[in-house]
């Protein structure tokens, strides 16, 4: 492409060849939104217990959120995924939910879904059925009620399993995703499989990545799941398959629990040539990579002008510096964190 191609020009051609096509021939389907950084839980993982979050000025309004997941709608955008922080605790949430909810009814939107840790299911999940979401994952590593509090620093187990209730009596199809965590929940990952598959619902397990800092060491916390798959391979026949939910899980069947069992290896082996997805923070930046710093702020765009022209341009714009991948590393050279910000601003 020239380099003489105005921004707003690249946007016309992307809309000509309908839809965001990255210079790696990747088509960008998928984006996760992050609609707060504050959470009601420290997981150990994720935070540091004492976090310095972002002045509520700062964020951007509900409508300002509809108005930049809309023009990614239009761009070719087709799931959606409200993350955080924890996305249930912004003030207002529903408000975005029920109003991104008209795109399921065109069609533009195949889905809209959220990551959440559970603890105010109990008060949103017929409201998010209502919406028309189908499906949610819920952060959930460990079914001991100490051990969570540990993980978590701040939640409670019970709490969250009513949640899960509430969602799966509502309708919602419920994923758990865990984080492999050395020395704390590796022994019960097979307990963790077997109630998930036994209620019907899939699991993900997902290796820790070296995001923020936090009060621990990287090195203490990662487990490879290789060696997680090589020890739940002596007990079950794990059979791989093909399914996809667009994300960058690879899934195998549990021959035993007859449930599914995803494994998210951005350190073992890294899922970046498939990947379909650009992330955007509570303030509108946007970032290309989850493991690279490259960003755009689309919030400048956003407020310049009341038409999406601009916003469109910078989206454009910015899909052509999405990066090849990232290149994670956990071990001893490498302790300190890939990236300064933590996975509460990027979304998970
Ligand atoms: C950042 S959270 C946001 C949504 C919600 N609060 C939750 O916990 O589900 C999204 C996902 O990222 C995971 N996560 C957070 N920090 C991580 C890290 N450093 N490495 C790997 N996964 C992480 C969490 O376990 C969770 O499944
Ligand atoms: S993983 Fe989710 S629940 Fe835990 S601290 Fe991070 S944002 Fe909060």
């Not at 996760?32 to 004492?50: G, L, P, Q």
């Not at 409508?63 to 761009?75: H, P, V």
């Not at 019970?158 to 022994?187: H, P, R, S």
Request: charged share 25%; net charge neutral; aromatic share 6%.
């Amino acid at each position: 492409m020239a380099a003489t191609v105005s921004a707003i020009e690249l946007s016309r051609l992307g809309e000509k060849a309908s839809g965001l096509i990255d210079p790696f021939q990747r088509t960008i389907t998928y984006l996760r939104v992050s609609v707060t950084d504050r959470c009601d839980f420290r997981c150990v993982y994720c935070m540091a217990e004492h976090m310095t979050f972002l002045p509520k000025a700062d964020l951007l309004s509900l409508e300002e959120l509809d108005r930049l997941c809309s023009a990614f709608i239009s761009k070719g955008v087709t799931k959606l995924r409200l993350t955080g922080g924890e996305p249930l605790v912004r003030r207002g949430i529903m408000t975005l939910v029920h109003s991104l909810s008209r795109h399921l009814g065109t069609g533009a939107l195949k889905e809209l879904t959220l990551t959440t840790n559970g603890s105010q299911l109990q008060t949103y999940a017929s409201e998010l059925k209502a919406s028309g979401v189908q499906r949610i994952n819920v952060s959930l590593d460990t079914l001991d009620a100490d051990k969570f509090r540990a993980i978590t620093r701040w939640g409670d187990l019970k709490k969250v399993l009513a949640g899960i209730d509430a969602a799966q009596a509502a309708g919602l199809q419920v994923k758990i995703n865990a984080v492999a965590l050395k020395g704390v929940n590796e022994e019960e990952l097979a307990t963790l499989l077997e109630w998930s598959h036994g209620r019907g619902m899939d699991l993900t397990v997902i290796e820790v990545m070296p995001l923020g800092d936090i009060d621990e060491s990287r090195l203490d916390q990662y487990l490879p799941l290789s060696v997680v798959r090589a020890r739940l391979a002596d007990c079950y026949t794990l059979e791989d398959i093909d399914y996809r939910t667009g994300g960058p899980a690879r899934y195998v069947r549990v021959r035993e629990t007859g449930g599914r069992l995803g494994f998210i290896t951005p350190l073992t082996h890294n899922f970046c040539e498939s990947c379909n997805r650009v992330r955007i923070t509570c303030t509108g930046t946007l970032y290309m990579c989850l493991g690279q710093n490259d960003a755009a702020d689309l919030r400048k765009s956003l407020r310049a002008s009341e038409s999406d022209e601009l916003l469109c341009a910078a989206i454009d714009e910015a899909i052509t510096r999405k990066p090849k991948g990232h290149d994670f590393v956990i071990d001893r050279r490498h302790q300190k964190p890939a990236l300064d910000r933590h996975m509460s601003m990027t979304g998970g």
